[in-house]
């Protein structure tokens, strides 16, 4: 644990974030009951009470368990005695793909933009960056995943990335805050629950600790490379674009790596959604492995193809011939 008290710590946590920020004076602070989202709503509570900012609670429920009203109103009262005065109840549903776990986090995330506050705080801790890494390398989400999550991602601000778990809860029992464990949080069924009692656990004792620490530096010099790689990516797609198409000799001449983050940029901006590597791979052979193939499918209709030197993006219409190569199928 920081040689910091754990309140102290906290709030050290916060200011240097606010700090990093700038001049936002409305700040919102998502909480769920537990430690690590109470101990960020007493921290920044405490940090913006000396400072020109005004704070707002931002408590969800997501009703995937019977009484969750109220612990969203127990969350809610106790923001109310820590001074946060504007405090509002996101009652969400949860529908949708990829699982109840995928499908809460998307609606909490889309309750907590549609507040429409320019910054809202969340509780994610050194743990659960080390989780998160340990998610990307098993799914093989490649650089970007493994990088973690940004401190600062606007309107998303984690304060306690570099704090652990155990100092937001130190935290709250310093306060005298009743925290609330939310029981999803040790049902196995989750692949996250699994990495949290199991897998880091057992890489402590083989390790002889200090793994969320280090995998925390590895996220952060991972960030710096992935920063400067998109800055680069940034100025090779600028001179890449002709008219709304990319010109390939450009592209060609430069390392496949540097190549992919442009294609993404240029695919996203676009609006081609959920790209993976396997999608980028495909495009990219348009231009380091050409051999006159047909276009390439993406996800949400849209095709990418090379013709005249230039690649280009059309959108698929259902029922239209494609001459695609499919990544995946396009719909029936």
């Known amino acids: 644990m920081s040689r910091f008290a754990p309140v102290a710590r906290t709030r050290q946590a916060v200011r240097q974030l606010l700090d990093k920020a700038g001049p936002v004076r409305d700040v919102a602070v998502a909480v769920s009951g537990g430690a690590d989202s109470l101990a960020l709503a007493a921290a920044t509570s405490y940090v913006a009470s000396r ?8 408590v969800v429920d997501h009703q995937l368990q019977e009484g969750s009203a109220a612990v969203a109103a127990a969350a809610a009262k106790q ?22 776990e995928a499908a809460a986090r998307s609606a909490r995330y889309l309750a907590l933009r549609s507040a429409g506050f320019p910054l809202v705080l ?15 390398l098993g799914r093989g989400s490649g650089p970007r995943s493994i990088a973690g999550m940004r401190d600062l991602d606007l309107p998303w601000g984690r304060p306690f990335l570099s704090v652990p778990r155990a100092t937001t809860v130190a935290a709250c029992a310093e306060l005298g805050l009743t925290v609330w464990d939310d029981p999803h949080n040790v049902d196995p069924a989750y692949t996250r629950v699994r990495l949290r009692r199991e897998v880091l656990p057992l890489l402590e004792n083989v390790l002889q600790g200090g793994v969320a620490p280090a995998l925390a530096r590895t996220v952060a010099q991972l960030r710096d490379d992935a920063e400067a790689l998109d800055t680069l990516a940034a100025r090779l797609l600028e001179s ?64 990418v193809s090379r013709a005249r030197g230039r690649l280009r993006v059309t959108a698929w219409e259902p029922g239209e ?12």
């Open 51 to 58: 400072s020109d900012r005004t704070v707002h609670g931002l």
């Open 240 to 303: 890449a674009r002709t008219e709304g198409e990319l010109a390939v000799p450009v592209l060609a001449a430069e390392p496949a790596a540097l190549r992919r983050r442009a294609l993404r940029r240029w695919l996203l901006d676009v609006g081609v959604p959920e790209l993976t590597d396997a999608h980028l791979r495909s495009a990219d052979a348009l231009i380091g492995e050409w051999r006159g193939q047909g276009a390439v499918w993406l996800p949400g209709n849209f095709a």
């Open 122 to 136: 969340l509780g994610h801790t050194q743990d659960d960056q080390a989780e998160t890494v340990l998610l990307g």
């Open 79 to 100: 923001l109310l005695g820590l001074g946060i005065e504007d405090v509002q109840v996101l009652t969400v549903s949860v529908t949708g793909r990829g699982g109840q």
């Open 321 to 332: 011939g494609t001459g695609c190569t499919a990544t995946t199928s396009p719909p029936s």
